[in-house]
């Protein structure tokens, strides 16, 4: 019986914690984005934890063919790795961008997906944000399972230095990858025929990417962040990470443990027979990161432990000099290239384009699917307020009539600002608007609140003072009771007091006492004055 085809085998849809998952678009759907051009959407070839990936075409007069060149990433709106990964593709991954960086360079071309285009959709009532970039064959993760987790020598220096390349580019504009892994690296497609040595290896999903630089230029510092600490893929994870914080140093120690995992099959923090890597404890990984990258030879050792391969020199010099890069530091891009340049005379037995597997008792090919089940996903970036993202300003009211694009008015508008469309229905008035849901985790500003409003409750408000005379009660809270007490209070308040003794507590005893005494001295004080009338009128 010949196999299912990929896109025939059912996969189990798994939304991120904090993200729900869009509904499947129907094929032949035409989406419109931002400078107005139109969209065919073909076959699903992708999930995700956050959204779907489908194949895409200009031509939207004809079917979506099997061959398309385009794939449209589609996440809900209120999803935040697709607005991320829009913000920077509109801000640094524009076509003209990267070949001028190409020719400043001398180089033809590098690993950095361009940008097609983007926008919303909505579609059953439910808004989408989508996103359109070039169609790529199969990634390094499933090739290096496929292989028996280990790439050869010639292969894994190709890709570093390839990977070099786009992460300059990348920190050039700015940003920082934070979540390089293989199955975020893609291979060019190439047809039956070519030459696969010329297939080019692509860096996708910048959903966790981060602006390292301010709009002024300025490098932002580091600075611990409880709220995105260990963000990423676990095992990959930069010990600057594992703070919450990433910079360049960040990118290039993510892809050198990448390089140590292509070569020796797997890393010290990973379990041999670990099949839910969720559960390694994060702090756990970070603490062995930490002591082995403070000691190379060990961490060779652990890699590299049959003294008869020894760990490639170019991966150790590469290794130390992450650990002696300063978190500010530009890095020397074309050092760490040459340590990779020299070659190998492995001979290189794994084609690096695989864009057709034939299986081995079947004469049946088929496209390898998106879906990556094998690696783990990335922690999603928890939403903070994402259910209800402000933007700054309204929506805006798109003319009927088409304008000439300009990207220089694109780049001054806020990204989410460009992706709002105006049709949604109007609300009811008969249903009033749903209230807002709480954000999902508290700011620093909140937490002070918080732990303000806890000193406030177990400081101020544990004992209760008196007021010290009469005139600070006001007259409509008193009874008369408390008036009989505090009057008393007041005759005892001006009794003259000894210097070496304090005046007693005042206690309800002691109230019940006083005023016993009172009564006593007010009944001697009317017999005294019936005697003194008797007295007189004899």
């Known amino acids: 019986m010949a196999p299912k085809r990929a896109e025939e085998i059912h996969v189990k849809r798994v939304a991120a914690l904090g993200c729900k998952l869009p509904d499947e678009l129907p094929e032949g759907e035409i989406l419109t984005d931002i400078t107005q051009n139109k969209w065919k959407l073909g076959r699903t070839i992708g999930y995700g934890g956050f ?8 031509d939207i007069d004809a079917p979506v063919r099997q061959d398309a060149k385009y794939v449209i990433k589609i996440e809900p709106h209120n999803n935040g790795p697709l607005f991320v990964e829009m913000n920077f593709y509109i801000r640094a991954a524009r076509k003209e961008m990267i070949e001028n960086w190409c020719k400043s360079q001398g180089k033809r071309q590098i690993g950095v997906p361009t940008y097609e285009g983007s926008g919303s959709h909505i579609y059953g009532g439910q808004k989408y944000r989508f996103l359109v970039i070039p169609r790529y064959g199969v990634d390094i ?12 020598m010639k292969l894994v220096n190709k890709l570093t230095v390839q990977m070099l390349d786009a992460l300059e580019y990348i920190h050039s504009r700015g940003y920082a990858h934070a979540d390089i892994k293989g199955s975020n690296i893609l291979l060019s497609l190439c047809k039956e025929g070519e030459n696969t040595q010329q297939s080019k290896a692509y860096l996708v999903d910048y959903g966790l990417a981060y602006r390292f630089r301010t709009g002024s230029g300025i490098h932002k510092p580091f600075v611990h962040d409880e709220r995105r600490a260990h963000e990423g893929t676990l095992e990959f994870t930069s010990r600057d990470a594992h703070h919450g914080t990433h910079s360049r140093r960040g990118d290039l120690e993510t892809l050198g443990y990448n390089i140590l995992q292509w070569l020796c099959g797997r890393l010290p923090w990973e379990k041999e027979n670990d099949t839910v890597p969720s559960m390694m404890d994060p702090d756990d990984v970070h603490a062995q990161k930490e002591i082995l990258l403070s000691n190379l030879p060990l961490f060779m050792d652990k890699c590299f432990p049959s003294k008869k391969k020894p760990p490639p020199p170019a991966i150790v010099e590469y290794m130390k000099y992450i650990t002696e890069l300063g978190f500010e530091t530009k890095p020397n891009y074309s050092y760490l290239r040459s340590l990779f340049q020299s070659g190998s005379n492995q001979k290189n037995d794994v084609p690096t384009c695989l864009y057709r597997v034939r299986e081995s008792n079947e004469n049946i090919s088929f496209p390898i699917s ?31 009539e088409r304008k000439e694009f300009c990207w220089e008015a694109v780049l001054a508008l806020h990204p989410d600002k460009l992706a709002k469309l105006t049709l949604q229905p109007p609300p009811s008035p008969l249903t009033p608007p749903p209230s807002p849901p709480p954000p999902s985790l508290p700011t620093y500003a909140m937490l002070n609140v918080i732990q303000r409003m806890k000193e406030k409750q177990s400081g101020s408000f544990r004992h209760k003072t008196f007021p010290k005379s009469s005139e600070d009660l006001k007259a409509k809270w008193m009874t008369p009771a408390m008036e009989e007490v505090v009057q008393l209070r007041k005759k005892t308040s001006t009794l003259p007091m000894s210097s070496s003794k304090t005046s007693p507590r005042l206690t309800r005893s002691r109230v019940a006492q006083l005023k016993r005494l009172g009564n006593k001295k007010s009944y001697k004080k009317k017999m005294l004055t019936k005697e003194e009338k008797v007295h007189h009128h004899k």
């Open 51 to 58: 959204g779907d990936i489908y194949l895409a075409s200009k």
């Open 141 to 152: 993760g499933k090739l290096f399972l496929t292989n028996g987790r280990k790439l050869p």
């Open 370 to 400: 998106f879906k990556r089940p094998y690696l783990r996903e990335r922690k999603p970036c928890r939403p903070v307020n994402g259910e209800i993202r402000i933007t700054r300003n309204t929506q805006p009211k798109y003319p009927v």
